[in-house]
């Protein structure tokens, strides 16, 4: 199982990026994704989420209306849209595949892209 982020980088304040995570050896289209992200000393945060069935989403508050979640089942990969970059997301984003059949969990993490929000 391997779950690759890309996309992350150095950016001004109010610029954008877009972060995409591919996803390998699961069925991806089963998995709810989503993205974290963790800044030094903090702990991990919930960015934004979008499940397998409907597609439904969930945001961070502090980042609604800025970022957008979404998933392309055919090229196993999901993408969060970051615009009006604040230097308080300045993070290692990481993405995250769940699936829970019965009682097991089936918990997937990258190892994560830096996005660094600065003049």
């Known amino acids: 199982v391997q779950l690759v982020e890309s996309g992350g980088g150095l950016v001004q304040p109010g610029g954008s990026l877009r972060l995409s995570c591919a996803g390998s050896g699961f069925t991806f289209s089963r998995f709810d994704m989503s993205w974290y992200r963790q800044a030094p000393g903090k702990e991990r945060e919930l960015v934004a989420g979008?499940?397998?069935?409907?597609?439904?989403?969930n945001y961070l508050d502090s980042v609604k209306g800025r970022f957008t979640i979404t998933r392309d089942n055919a090229k196993n990969t999901v993408y969060l849209q970051m615009n009006s970059l604040r230097p308080e997301d300045t993070a290692v984003y990481l993405c995250?595949?769940?699936?829970?059949?019965?009682?097991?969990?089936?918990?997937?993490w990258g190892q994560g892209t830096q996005v660094t929000v600065s003049s």
């Open positions: 979008i499940r397998r069935p409907g597609g439904s989403t």
């Open positions: 995250n595949a769940r699936l829970v059949v019965t009682t097991t969990l089936y918990d997937y």
